[in-house]
């Protein structure tokens, strides 16, 4: 009976290596388009423009996620509401995938429709989250918004399970705005959302963000936040422009031990100094 030739042993096996080198080359490729298109979709939900307005300065600055398939839903937002107000917005959606950037689109959009509507920030996002429950997503979106009167400085906002923004004044305080937030948007039905109120004095600067600027593996949430209030407190008291202090918080995303996404949100106000701090 003849024998196979050891050759025919080594050629199949190159074969199937060969199959196996190709099938891998695909689903790479799918991935990386999978990517591609997750954070192109980011990209282009996110506004191209920042409102203006006397006195009124804000800066942001956006990082997506793209190791492998880690693509995440953080958005920011500013606009300009029917009374002549600012609306702010950051957020951040449950997941790492497209699904959570498409859902993070309707967020957005919802929330900017909405705000036509009421620009209460308590109200809003108790609307925003009866919409998406009425879309029947199995996603969740944490959200901070705000509104500010750029005239007199007054700024009022509600918080659903973000975690809270950082503020300094230009005599040196600085701080964590502890004040009382909902849930996340998108899991129960009914729910009402604080509404705190501060004033923004001249100088002083107010820094939103997501939870992949200050917290990872290799950095506790507390100790984040805490390095975004040197940074505030600094730029403050040096009169340093807004982009400078979004750039230097973005940095510090790099300390988290991660990749995933990252939004910074810096308001500023110049003007008549109103005196009433945060």
Not at 217 to 231: E, M, N
Request: aromatic share 4%; charged share 20%; proline share 6%.
């Amino acid at each position: 009976m003849p024998r196979k030739r050891p050759t025919d042993h080594g050629d199949e096996l190159l074969a199937r290596l060969g199959s196996l080198t190709a099938q891998a080359r695909q689903r790479a490729e799918a991935q990386r388009t999978q990517v591609e298109l997750a954070i192109a979709l980011q990209r282009g939900m996110l506004p191209r423009d920042l409102p203006a307005a006397p006195g009124l300065r804000l800066a942001v600055r956006y990082t997506p996620a793209n190791r492998g398939l880690n693509v995440g839903g953080d958005w920011y937002d500013a606009f300009v509401l029917p009374d002549g107000r600012i609306g702010l917005a950051i957020g951040d959606v449950q997941g790492h995938n497209i699904e959570a950037a498409a859902f993070m689109g309707q967020v957005r959009a919802g929330l900017r429709a909405l705000a036509s509507v009421t620009g209460e920030p308590g109200e809003l996002l108790a609307r925003t989250n009866d919409l998406l429950l009425s879309l029947g997503s199995d996603l969740f979106a944490t959200c901070t918004f705000m509104r500010l009167d750029p005239a007199t400085g007054v700024l009022e906002s509600a918080r659903a399970g973000h975690i809270p923004f950082v503020w300094a004044t230009a005599d040196g305080k600085s701080g964590v705005v502890d004040d009382e937030g909902g849930p996340p948007l998108g899991i129960q039905p009914g729910v009402e959302y604080p509404v705190s109120r501060h004033r923004l004095t001249t100088g002083a600067v107010f820094v939103l963000l997501t939870d992949g600027v200050v917290e990872g593996p290799s950095l506790y949430i507390d100790d984040g936040l805490d390095q975004v209030v040197r940074l505030a407190g600094i730029a403050a008291v040096a009169g340093l422009k807004v982009h400078a202090l979004a750039a230097a918080v973005i940095k510090g995303a790099e300390s988290v031990g991660h990749e995933d996404d990252a939004a910074v949100l810096v308001v500023g106000l110049d003007g008549p100094d109103t005196g009433v701090q945060p």
